[in-house]
């Protein structure tokens, strides 16, 4: 599955927030904030995701029935 997205980044102003799922739609959003903030717009893509997986269970009964 590709969980590929993009955001677009201007210097000096707010963090990105928004998730563009198309390289078109980060693009066309950079275009537009540029014009309207007259700044360098910059669009982000995703190359690496990492998580906590604090657990993992692993089921241990075996195949047979228990004696109890």
Same mark, same amino acid.
């Given at each position: 599955?590709?969980?590929?997205?993009?955001?677009?980044?201007?210097?000096?102003?707010?963090?990105?927030?928004?998730?563009?799922?198309?390289?078109?739609? #980060?693009?066309?959003? #950079?275009?537009?904030?540029?014009?309207?903030?007259?700044?360098?717009?910059?669009?982000? #893509?995703?190359?690496?995701?990492?998580?906590?997986?604090?657990?993992?269970?692993?089921?241990?009964?075996?195949?047979?029935?228990?004696?109890?």
């Amino acid at each position: 599955m590709n969980n590929t997205f993009f955001m677009v980044f201007v210097e000096n102003e707010n963090t990105p927030t928004h998730k563009h799922f198309s390289l078109n739609d #980060a693009e066309i959003e #950079a275009k537009r904030l540029s014009k309207l903030l007259k700044k360098k717009a910059y669009v982000l #893509a995703t190359i690496k995701s990492l998580e906590i997986n604090e657990f993992t269970i692993e089921d241990m009964r075996p195949d047979d029935e228990l004696p109890f």
